[in-house]
């Protein structure tokens, strides 16, 4: 059996290739505005703007920054052959900016009044990964 391969029929785990300089600038303490600047496409660096911003009371940005995060994340999913379901695994760390980017979408949306947006999204994270879903909400 190989891993992630689901025996009774569903999606294989999608897993992100790993693009370790968002993550490793991050980490070093550069600023997630730099760090999307030159790295457009890392959902973690938009997820880091988003939980920033909220952390601030500022939720629309917040917002704006975790929608831009979940949508270069799906791009990336689907690029990986993910077909708009199955396991996206928060064990596997590059899959952890979108689903960070999910969770500040879902957060924000809250925050706004957007209700349904909201629970779509809590939703979407408890069936990509309970494990992102228990450390997350």
């Given at each position: 059996m190989m891993p992630g391969e689901d025996l009774l029929g569903g999606p294989p785990e999608t897993l992100l290739p790993d693009d370790p300089a968002p993550r490793e600038a991050l980490s070093s303490g550069v600023d997630p505005a730099t760090v999307a600047a030159s790295n457009p496409t890392s959902s973690l660096a938009w997820a880091e703007l988003a939980d920033?911003?909220?952390?601030?009371?500022?939720?629309?940005?917040?917002?704006?920054?975790?929608?831009?995060?979940?949508?270069?994340?799906?791009?990336?999913?689907?690029?990986?052959?993910?077909?708009?379901?199955?396991?996206?695994?928060?064990?596997?760390?590059?899959?952890?900016?979108f689903l960070r980017a999910l969770r500040a979408l879902g957060r924000a949306a809250e925050g706004i009044g957007e209700t349904e947006e909201a629970e779509r999204c809590t939703q979407f994270l408890r069936d990509s990964s309970p494990a992102a879903a228990d450390e997350l909400l």
């Amino acid at each position: 059996m190989m891993p992630g391969e689901d025996l009774l029929g569903g999606p294989p785990e999608t897993l992100l290739p790993d693009d370790p300089a968002p993550r490793e600038a991050l980490s070093s303490g550069v600023d997630p505005a730099t760090v999307a600047a030159s790295n457009p496409t890392s959902s973690l660096a938009w997820a880091e703007l988003a939980d920033r911003a909220f952390e601030a009371g500022d939720v629309v940005t917040s917002y704006a920054f975790a929608r831009t995060g979940y949508h270069r994340g799906l791009d990336q999913l689907r690029r990986a052959g993910w077909k708009g379901h199955g396991p996206i695994p928060w064990e596997h760390e590059p899959n952890r900016g979108f689903l960070r980017a999910l969770r500040a979408l879902g957060r924000a949306a809250e925050g706004i009044g957007e209700t349904e947006e909201a629970e779509r999204c809590t939703q979407f994270l408890r069936d990509s990964s309970p494990a992102a879903a228990d450390e997350l909400l």
